[in-house]
């Protein structure tokens, strides 16, 4: 029997026991910090090979190799080059200390640069850095691997990928998570699980970060999902700073104690991370001895994940809505956009629709003189971290999905595969990068128009999906939906297919919901009624426009599922009523200045045209719009923001409101009228050195909605410059910003040079860092944020 | 230490801290449904133009006085503030994040239009997102650096702030290799794109 195996048989019967921790045991033993363990031990193999025999001893069935850092990035730091040869004497150091009463692993642990898309390090590069070391590791005559301590799934795909193209042994991943749960990059343990169990590991599990009562909860929580046996290598406890030392806390048999309550919720395989000896692993084979192990709970699973987020489709809710909209068909710009490589539109899309909770993501990038395999590429890396949603690779281009598949970090859903030759081959291309396949019941012969015709067609890709492991949780049926507009038989048949595929077939389903209505009048309405029927024929998923169907509103389609009728026209009908119920009326306001008045209160810049064409027609006079609507409004944002009922962007608003108000009421209004009203003049300046604006352009626009004129002379602005101006414009007051403590000290230089050349003028400062005793100091007034600034400017105009 | 460099810091969008930068304060400010749609709609369009980067460098302490830190190599930082951030501790890490150019262009670009809400709202989207990546470089250090049994402490300090000048923004760019980054410095010591940030923070041994 091979070792693969006998692993396998043994976890039918009992817990696996691994080693304890090996770095902390060495620097108990004499090793210095800041040297690489790896190098030290090839020096001092007798302190190593003891810490491997002690820990065999104890009863630790499998120990672990002290590889952990052992590839060629983080060897070259030390600079050691022969990563082969290192490999192979380190596992051979384990070898001889257990010699064959234990199995030895080769251990490898994350390069410390990280892997596309979170990282710089290319994803095939880094493939190659992990075979290296297995291919040492093998040569050594490694028992099984385990890649551990991962904090970015993507290095840890790249690792199993390396893995399962160099050998086929028995390889375990751990992945390491902090206390709220996750990786550094969001990884959740459930996403974690679901992306390397479907990419072939022969265990998944979690090791370091926290003691073995921090690791319960997580194993728990992804027991029910997994397909794999289950492993946990926690440490002696959280270590806790005491004085200047790390402290790992839980003792020997504390640690024992945890342990076993570990076996009750599903661990598998069992060991000790950082903090622990060769006494914890004793106690804790002790412990665990007679207990029985939990068996794996199920073969497959129906679930789809990104690095942050997994999707049970069982746990679920139909419809479960697949996001169509990255997608280039029709779309110029983002044709544009992805053949220049550029991923901005997409990123977009992908986060527009998240926001309407679409459970997964479309992505088809298929533009002519496209080199699909690349863009694809640049699409996943882009969206991964732009959105959490698991990704649904939509292609007709073979080579372009396997791409898509090597790079995902997650478990994705394939689009699709149908009868034809070509795409039966991406049977087992799915299979290895363990990924979904929605099949479609075409066979290259044109659309089947009959379900038996359908049926056959669903049946034989599935019996060839089975020849490389697919049951029927890994595949979704597509209802194949074509236009009503072509043959309003289609739709019929569809639900038919739909029907019995939920029914008799026994696996999910899916549509593409806007094709139903392609080429008709109400789109909304059919799609919505079509929605409705499938979903009362099982459908599970629908492809469509998040937004849309956010529109339709769950409730009411599942008012519509609720009704007994099968007519179509009756349930258009009963949607159309309902549709109608959805509009809400406005809130009435009477009177039109109450909706001027409102609409600066609200910062309606988009209405307040229309306001004003309506008020000037009822008669109102642009001078009774400004004094008795516009100024009272925008001092009640100012009043409302001062007591932080309104914050910055709604202050922003009303002033824009009441500008483009005064735009639009400018031909209306006489001359000599604004000379009258118009109050001080204010010349405001970011300083030297300042590229800051943001502020300054705001206090510009809240002083000009309360009717001050205003010049601006920018950022970064000497002060010869500003001085110069001032001499030449005379202002009532010279407003200075500054947002840096280095820039704030050019304010005193203008002030000074302003003096020196006999200007009285007053100035304001402001600005993140300007205070009110330095305003004082260098004779200036000052103004908290803008408000203040007009309140100062009132109160000066009134002097 | 070579510095380390983070492409792509994936984090969750830290919309509290946005709105509270903007002004907003829970159960006091109150906003429309409509005005909510608007920011949350500039949120997602800004977090879309935002790539955060980043890159990190662990340096020895070499001698540190209370008004000075000198670090192995030739430099020092004469900064109070940063020696007292940094007292007790051994090394200390240097660290930036960067939200990239494209954000920063249209920034500029709502600046100068009629769109100055969309400027802030972007402008706080990004500065928060480069703080909290500064979080994420912390996190991750300190879980590299509880393997080896030391420890990060909480604080950082920036250059700009206290007397910790500008100055020092020539050397953490030198230090952490930012043009990698895409990063450029200014003559003013001011990094461009804007949003883009550094610190330092102490890292503490933990075994004698």
Redesign the interface.
């Known amino acids: 029997m091979k070792t693969k195996e006998k692993i396998i048989a043994t976890l039918q019967k009992r817990i696996i026991v691994l080693d304890g921790a090996t770095?902390?045991e060495l620097?108990r033993r004499g090793m210095p910090?800041g040297i690489m363990p790896e190098a030290w031990v090839l020096k001092n193999p007798d302190v190593l090979k003891a810490i491997h025999a002690e820990y065999r001893y104890a009863g630790a069935d499998i120990v672990y190799a002290c590889t952990f850092g052992a590839n060629r990035i983080k060897l070259a730091?030390y600079g050691i080059r022969n990563v082969g040869e290192t490999n192979r004497k380190l596992l051979l150091l384990a070898k001889e200390a257990v010699d064959t009463r234990a199995l030895v692993a080769g251990d490898i642990g994350p390069t410390?640069?990280?892997v596309?898309?979170?990282?710089?390090l290319e994803f095939e590069k880094a493939v190659a850095v992990f075979k290296e070391q297995i291919r040492g590791l093998c040569a050594g005559g490694a028992d099984l691997l385990v890649i551990e301590?991962m904090?970015d799934i993507q290095e840890a795909r790249a690792a199993l990928i390396a893995a399962k193209e160099t050998t086929g042994m028995f390889v375990m991943v751990t992945m390491?998570f902090?206390q709220g749960g996750r990786t550094?990059?969001?990884t959740d343990p459930l996403s974690a699980l679901i992306a390397l169990q479907g990419l072939g590991a022969d265990a998944v599990g979690v090791n370091?970060?926290t003691g073995p009562e921090g690791m319960r909860a997580i194993i728990k929580s992804i027991k029910p999902f997994a397909t794999v046996p289950l492993v946990a290598k926690p440490n002696a406890g959280i270590?806790r700073?005491v004085g200047?030392?790390?402290v790992f806390v839980t003792g020997p048999e504390a640690f024992a104690k945890e342990a076993k309550r570990l076996i009750t919720v599903g661990v598998n395989i069992l060991g000790g991370c950082?903090g622990t000896t060769p006494r914890h692993i004793q106690l804790l084979k002790d412990a665990v001895a007679t207990m029985r192990p939990q068996a794996v709970m199920r073969k497959s699973i129906g679930a789809l994940s990104s690095?942050?987020r997994t999707v049970i489709i069982d746990a679920q809710k139909p419809p479960l809505i697949i996001g169509e909209k990255i997608n280039p068909t029709g779309k110029k710009g983002l044709q544009q956009e992805l053949l220049d490589g550029n991923f901005?539109l997409l990123?977009?899309l992908?986060?527009?629709q998240e926001?309407h909770k679409p459970v997964l993501l479309d992505v088809n990038v298929g533009v002519p003189r496209i080199d699909e395999k690349k863009a694809i590429q640049g699409a996943i890396?882009a969206l991964?971290?732009?959105v959490v949603l698991p990704l649904v690779i939509d292609s007709a281009n073979p080579s372009a999905i396997e791409a898509a598949l090597r790079l995902y970090p997650g478990r994705a859903l394939i689009n699709s595969i149908s009868a034809e030759k070509e795409k039966l081959r991406l049977l087992p291309v799915a299979r290895k990068y363990g990924a979904m396949c929605i099949l479609l019941p075409l066979s290259g012969k044109g659309i089947p128009s009959s379900l038996s015709e359908r049926k056959r067609i669903i049946r034989k890709v599935f019996h060839e999906a089975k020849r490389y492991g697919f049951t029927k949780e890994d595949i979704i049926v597509d209802g194949l939906v074509m236009s009503m507009a072509s043959n309003p038989e289609f739709a019929s048949l569809a639900l038919k297919t739909v029907e019995w595929v939920s029914n008799v077939f026994g696996a999910h389903t899916v549509i593409g919901l806007s094709n139903v209505s392609f080429g008709l009048p109400n789109r909304q309405m059919i799609n919505a009624a079509f929605l409705a029927m499938a979903l009362r024929a099982g459908l599970t998923f629908a492809i469509a426009d998040p937004l849309v169907v956010a529109l339709l509103r769950k409730k009411t389609i599942q008012k519509i599922v609720s009704k007994k009728t099968a007519d179509p026209k009756k349930l258009l009908d009963l949607f159309a009523g309902q549709s109608r119920k959805e509009i809400k009326p406005l809130k009435k306001i009477a009177r039109i200045e109450e909706k001027i008045y409102q609409a600066v209160l609200?910062?309606?810049r988009d209405s307040i045209d229309k306001l004003l064409k309506e008020g000037l027609g009822k008669g109102l006079g642009a001078y009774r719009i400004i004094e008795e609507l516009m100024i009272p409004a925008i001092m009640r944002v100012g009043e409302l923001?001062d007591?932080?009922?309104?914050?910055?962007?709604?202050?922003?608003?009303g002033a824009?409101s009441v500008?483009?108000a005064f735009g639009y009421l400018k031909p209306y209004i006489k001359k000599s009228f604004i000379k009258d009203k118009q109050k001080n003049l204010i010349l405001m300046a970011s300083v030297k050195?300042d590229?800051?604006?943001?502020g300054k352009?705001?206090v510009i626009?809240i002083l000009e909605s309360n009717g001050f004129k205003v010049i601006d002379l920018g950022k970064d602005v000497s002060a010869q410059k500003i001085v110069a101006a001032a001499l030449r414009y005379r202002p009532d007051v010279v407003g200075l910003s500054a947002l840096?403590?280095?820039t704030m000290v050019r304010m005193k230089e203008v002030i000074a040079l302003a003096r020196k050349k006999r200007l009285t003028t007053k100035f304001i400062v402001g600005g993140a860092v300007v205070s009110a005793p330095y305003a004082r100091s260098i004779g200036a007034e000052y103004a908290k944020n803008a408000t203040d600034a007009v309140r100062i400017m009132k109160r000066l105009h009134k002097a | 230490m070579k510095p380390l460099f983070f492409a792509n810091i994936t984090i969750p969008v830290p919309k509290k801290e946005i709105y509270r930068r903007l002004g907003y304060r829970d159960s006091i400010t109150r906003i429309a449904f409509r005005q909510k749609q608007e920011i949350e709609h500039y949120i997602e369009e800004a977090v879309a133009k935002i790539r955060l980067r980043g890159a990190a460098r662990r340096i020895p302490i070499h001698k540190a006085t209370r008004a000075h830190v000198a670090l192995k190599g030739d430099i020092v930082f004469r900064s109070r503030n940063v020696a007292a951030i940094l007292k007790g501790a051994e090394e200390t890490l240097l660290m930036a994040a960067t939200c990239g150019s494209t954000i920063m262009k249209a920034i500029k670009k709502y600046a100068l239009s009629s769109n100055i809400i969309k400027a802030v709202v972007f402008d706080a989207v990004a500065s928060e997102m480069a703080d909290a990546g500064l979080d994420w470089i912390m996190r991750y250090i300190n879980q590299e650096l509880s393997r080896q049994k030391k420890y990060l402490g909480r604080k950082r300090f920036s250059c700009g702030y206290g007397d910790f000048g500008l100055v020092y923004q020539k050397d953490m760019y030198r230090l952490l290799n930012l043009m990698q980054l895409g990063v450029g410095i200014t003559k003013d010591f001011i990094l461009i794109p804007e949003k883009s940030v550094t610190a330092v923070a102490p890292v503490y041994p933990t075994r004698p």
Do not use: V, W
């Open positions: 770095g902390t620097s910090q730091e410390g640069s990280f596309r898309p979170f990282g710089k301590t904090m390491t902090d550094l990059f969001g370091c970060s270590p700073l200047k030392k790390t950082c690095a942050r901005s990123r977009g992908a986060i527009e926001a890396e991964a971290g732009t609200e910062g309606n923001f007591k932080k009922i309104y914050f910055l962007p709604q202050l922003i608003a824009e500008k483009k050195g590229i800051h604006d943001i352009n705001i626009l840096m403590t280095t």
